[in-house]
């Protein structure tokens, strides 16, 4: 595919992305418009874990659309295509489950994920750890941060052998927070 396609790709899928989540906000104080999230997710895979794969930096833009909005996964096949609906399932969690039960199956699921999910997954956990850095969203404790950052990096144990650069800077995190992957 030449360059330009490619460009214009990526413009469908942030464009759909900020439609679907264009009246969600995040939880940091400032209330900043959620589609930052996965622009800065998608960023970090190109910017910092050097992925061209097209479809993946697709997925990590719409990866909160199923979760997060009224998008569905049909949806999401019939604009994009059956890998990006895919790679978007594999890291939706089921909201039909209690939360304690969908965070134990992130990390029970991690290690069997496709290399192009656990991709999205680990730029996913180092954008909403280094959030966590920069500000406390709004009602959290100091606990609850840190309980974040010990549960990321039960995920992110079983994402290893992925992304070298990727996996170094959440190592990194987890280190100054005296949390062991
Ligand atoms: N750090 C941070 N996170 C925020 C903020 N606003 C929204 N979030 C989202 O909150 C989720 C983490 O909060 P939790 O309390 O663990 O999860 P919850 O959404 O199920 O309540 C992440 O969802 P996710 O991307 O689906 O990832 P995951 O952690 O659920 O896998 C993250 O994107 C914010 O200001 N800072
Ligand atoms: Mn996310």
């Known amino acids: 595919m030449s360059s330009s396609s490619t460009a214009v790709l990526l413009l469908e899928t942030v464009n759909f992305a900020a439609e679907k989540h264009r009246n969600q906000r995040r939880k ?3 209330a900043t418009p959620y589609i930052n999230h996965p622009i800065g997710v998608a960023r970090i895979l190109s910017h910092e874990g050097g992925i061209t794969d097209l479809e993946v930096l697709q997925a990590a833009l719409l990866h ?7 998008t569905t ?15 978007v399932q594999e890291v939706t969690d089921d909201g039909s489950l209690p939360k304690e039960e969908r965070k134990r199956l992130q990390v029970e699921h991690a290690p069997h994920r496709s290399h192009q999910a656990k991709l999205v997954k680990l730029a996913d956990k180092l954008y909403n750890l280094r959030d966590l850095n920069r500000c406390t969203p709004t009602g959290w404790t100091a606990e609850r941060v840190q309980e974040y950052f010990v549960w990321a990096s039960r995920v992110a144990k079983g994402l290893r052998g992925t992304n070298a650069a990727l996996e170094e800077k959440l190592q990194q995190l987890f280190w100054e927070r005296g949390v062991e992957l």
Do not use: N, Q
Not at 64 to 70: A, H, I, K
Not at 73 to 87: H, K, N, Q, W, Y
């Open 28 to 30: 940091d104080p400032d």
């Open 73 to 87: 996964f049909d949806e999401l096949e019939s604009v994009f295509g059956p890998t990006v609906a895919r790679i």
């Open 64 to 70: 909160d659309t199923v979760e997060d909005t009224d």
